[in-house]
């Protein structure tokens, strides 16, 4: 069975400050893990994804994530934040070879003040 | 071009009634699949498909049913609507080997 914890249903930063949005899984198996970035009445859209190799992974619009195994963590930050990034975050993780989906966390709304 | 594309983006009707959700992809992905996003925008697998096998989870209602015709479509039959079936829901694609998930725009189902 797999899992993921995403920290803070809602998440509010300064515009130019340090997005941080955090995810915990936990996976019987290596899990290949995602974030991606649903805006307003629109689809989800990938930002970003780890599944082998380097940990530190590098996705669209600055956002960056590192996967540390230790800490069953995939947190997914940004070095100063844009009006534009307010959406909700998902963090997903697919242990299962593809076919069984993705699971979901439950999700982070990034509010971004001015 | 759209990568995945669902019809109709809303959908409003009464209960009991039976209702079809088409998604078609064409990036030539060989697994299809359908997700949940209920109002507090939890997103919950319902099916996945290739052309190998149907893959259910088990918390779906016999009541929905997903329809392949091709390799590039799975539509979601739903009978017998109930209130609890208003959602959003989301057809995506992936590849075989390849890691990541294409998602439709979502079809927005309220059942009144």
């Known amino acids: 069975a797999q899992s993921v914890t995403q920290l803070g249903s809602h998440v509010s930063v300064s515009e130019g400050a340090l997005v941080l949005l955090r995810c915990n899984y936990s996976?019987?198996?290596?899990?290949?893990l995602f974030w991606y970035v649903q805006y307003p009445n629109q689809g989800l859209q990938l930002l970003l994804k780890y599944t082998t190799g380097a940990t530190l992974v590098k996705g669209i619009n600055g956002f960056e994530a590192e996967f540390k195994k230790s800490e069953t963590s995939f947190h997914l930050t940004k070095p100063s934040a844009h009006m534009s990034d307010a959406a909700e975050y998902f963090c997903a993780v697919d242990s299962g070879g593809g076919a069984d989906g993705l699971t979901f966390g439950k999700g982070t709304h990034l509010i971004i003040q001015p | 071009d759209t990568a995945v594309s669902q019809t109709p983006k809303y959908l409003v009707t009464q209960m009991g009634n039976d209702k079809s959700i088409k998604c078609e992809q064409n990036?030539?992905?060989?697994?299809m699949y359908w997700y949940k996003q209920d109002s507090k925008k939890f997103l919950k697998i319902m099916f996945s498909y290739n052309n190998k096998e149907l893959i259910i989870n088990e918390t779906v209602p016999n009541r929905f049913s997903p329809k392949s015709p091709d390799k590039a479509h799975l539509n979601l039959h739903i009978n017998s609507l109930e209130l609890g079936d208003s959602a959003v829901y989301f057809c995506?694609?992936?590849?075989?080997?390849?890691?990541?998930?294409?998602f439709g725009p979502g079809t927005r189902l309220t059942v009144l």
């Open positions: 996976s019987s198996v290596p899990p290949y």
């Open positions: 990036l030539g992905h060989d697994t």
């Open positions: 995506a694609s992936s590849q075989e080997g390849a890691w990541g998930q294409f």
